[in-house]
């Protein structure tokens, strides 16, 4: 096999013809090198880059979605592939479910006689899917979406129905004790198994959870059938309870039921703000008005009372050693390089006086 290719020995190689390499030429999707002469001049890598543009065009992303994808981040063959399988099987098996539903009524239809509605609803609840999955896919990038599409496609895997299961059997336990603790660790791995420890997929993460009052109602209806917002929020107990011992009895109580909910929705969207502005000057209008909030955040979590600031401010001091559940915490919402930035930005701003 040759090193190198002309456009014409390309385009046969490929089995594509030479204006589509032209065209993806000039919208920059796929731009050759170029010989002495200024002939387009192909190599092999350029192969592994138009099977991913084919892909992800069959997948259907418009080209120009396609170009900001791949160059947001290249992406090695082995793992490009392996995420186009992924999100395939995902396809052919919501394509499956729709053609066994059209098939089951076809069986059920009587001629001359009105279709039952049942039937139509369950017809309609499939064919709509895709439309619900477009919703859900506006939380995340494309790229991330290839990723984390087959959990919405395919709804809650074994694991988290076993674990949904065993949470809901210890709501009554203290969230401290061990056995919550535990379980809280399970969650947060599956998490970031769900994730793939991408974050960029887990800011997509954070945002379709704290928007999921707008979900479409089939995506709704997963959270009542496994009662998802009350375990998620004894989870959310169980991670903030493995931080009681920094605070005296006095100072937990008055911490307040909210705080010990777990991580409010004031949190998780500052959380992803501060993300987003990460390349920002820390001395910055922007920079600033955020560890303004931040700090703002800190007081209202702790009701301005001496006692508790203390306890919070011991625990952050012994981050190192919290327990699994708390550490899965800092790194899934990237508490430590949040904090940092904020920090800077408060210095800068203490600098000036």
């Known amino acids: 096999m040759s090193d190198t290719y002309r456009v014409n020995e390309f385009a046969e190689l490929a089995g594509i013809t030479v204006k589509t390499l032209h065209h993806y030429d000039r919208i920059g999707l796929l731009k050759p090198g170029r010989s002495t002469a200024g002939y387009r001049i ?157 974050p960029d997929v887990k800011s997509g993460m954070l945002k379709a959870w704290g928007d999921r009052a707008n979900w479409p109602e089939p995506m709704r209806k997963f959270l009542t059938e496994y ?13 903030t309870g493995g931080s009681r011992h920094y605070y005296s009895d006095e100072a937990w109580q008055k911490l307040g039921e909210r705080q010990k909910s777990g991580l409010k929705e004031e949190w998780r969207a500052l959380y992803l703000e501060v993300e987003a502005a990460l390349n920002e000057d820390p001395a910055g209008e922007k920079a600033q008005s955020l560890a303004a909030r931040w700090m703002e955040q800190v007081e209202k979590d702790s009701g301005g009372d001496p006692a508790v600031r203390a306890g919070m401010e011991k625990a952050w001091a012994d981050r190192a050693n919290w327990p699994p559940p708390m550490r899965q915490f800092l790194l899934d919402h990237n508490v430590e390089k949040l904090a940092e930035f904020v920090g800077t930005a408060l210095a800068a701003k203490a600098s000036r006086g």
């Open 227 to 239: 009662q998802v917002e009350s375990l998620s929020a004894f989870i959310a107990k169980a991670i």
């Open 42 to 198: 192909y190599m092999v890598r350029d192969l592994e880059r138009l099977q991913q543009i084919i892909a992800l065009k069959f997948l259907g992303l418009p080209l120009k979605q396609i170009k900001t994808v791949m160059d947001r981040a290249e992406v090695a063959l082995p793992d490009a592939l392996r995420m186009q399988r992924k999100v395939l099987e995902a396809r052919r098996q919501t394509i499956t479910v729709a053609i066994a539903a059209i098939a089951e009524a076809e069986k059920a239809l009587e001629p001359g006689k009105p279709a039952d509605p049942a039937i139509l609803r369950r017809l309609i609840e499939v064919i709509d899917m895709q439309e619900n999955l477009d919703v859900m896919k506006s939380y995340y990038s494309e790229q991330a979406w290839l990723k984390i599409s087959h959990r919405y496609e395919n709804g809650p895997s074994e694991e988290w129905k076993t674990l949904f299961g065993e949470v809901q059997a210890a709501l009554n336990q203290d969230p401290a004790s061990e056995t919550a603790q535990a379980l809280a660790a399970r969650w947060m791995e599956l998490a970031n198994k769900d994730s793939g420890g991408d």
